[in-house]
T-cell receptor, first 110, second 115 residues
Framework: AQRVTQPEKLLSVFKGAPVELKCNYSYSGSPELFWYVQYSRQRLQLLLRHISRESIKGFTADLNKGETSFHLKKPFAQEEDSAMYYCALGWWGSQGNLIFGKGTKLSVKP | NAGVTQTPKFRVLKTGQSMTLLCAQDMNHEYMYWYRQDPGMGLRLIHYSVGEGTTAKGEVPDGYNVSRLKKQNFLLGLESAAPSQTSVYFC??????????????FGPGTRLTVL
């Protein structure tokens, strides 16, 4: 069965420090991976997806099929990055469904 | 475009009461979803729909029913609310794809408390 694991419930860093939010997935086929972000009291919104290979707000994520990971990285964290981050997995035949991880709360301290 | 909207934003129910949450999208999306978000549990899929008139169960469907009579609307019903259904409910929609997953667009959420 498909599964997404985000091992850290809370990640706290200082402004300007590098940040890495971990995401591991279980799926034997070709996955589609997403990172969603939820700022305080706002709706979830897409941050990035692996097929786009974009850098959004300074964040990047690389799909590592060997390690079944899709970690989210940013070299210099900003206070406005404080939010809840969810990794999500899609797959062929999913009818659009995504499996979400339990989320990591990122807190960037001044 | 309003995107995905949800009604109501907040609601307090007593155990045993019923209610319907309304989700509407103006993006002409085929797929729609209802999730619940609980602390430490992330988002869990309740029900989803791949088109008008069709619905399917997600991960946690018990205690909920849904209907998709119009393409733009997806209703979530609680027939007899229980305290365990206290949660934040999110609706989402996405385009129909050739078989894989597309970006889901979320509504603002409904905060439901069942006393």
């Amino acid at each position: 069965a498909q599964r997404v694991t985000q091992p850290e419930k809370l990640l706290s860093v200082f402004k300007g420090a590098p940040v890495e939010l971990k995401c591991n997935y279980s799926y034997s086929g070709s996955p589609e991976l997403f990172w969603y972000v939820q700022y305080s009291r706002q709706r979830l919104q897409l941050l990035l997806r692996h097929i786009s290979r974009e850098s959004i707000k300074g964040f990047t994520a690389d799909l590592n099929k060997g390690e079944t990971s899709f970690h989210l990285k940013k070299p210099f964290a900003q206070e406005e990055d404080s939010a809840m981050y969810y990794c999500a997995l899609g797959w062929w035949g999913s009818q659009g469904n995504l499996i979400f991880g339990k989320g990591t709360k990122l807190s960037v301290k001044p | 475009n309003a995107g995905v909207t949800q009604t109501p934003k907040f609601r307090v129910l007593k155990t045993g009461q019923s209610m319907t949450l309304l989700c509407a999208q103006d993006m002409n999306h085929e797929y729609m979803y209802w999730y619940r978000q609980d602390p430490g549990m992330g988002l869990r899929l309740i029900h989803y729909s791949v088109g008008e008139g069709t619905t399917a169960k997600g991960e946690v469907p018990d205690g909920y029913n849904v209907s998709r009579l119009k393409k733009q609307n997806f209703l979530l019903g609680l027939e007899s609310a229980a305290p365990s259904q206290t949660s934040v409910y999110f609706c989402a929609s996405s385009s129909k794809t050739s078989g894989s997953s597309d970006t889901q667009y979320f509504g603002p959420g409904t905060r439901l408390t069942v006393l």
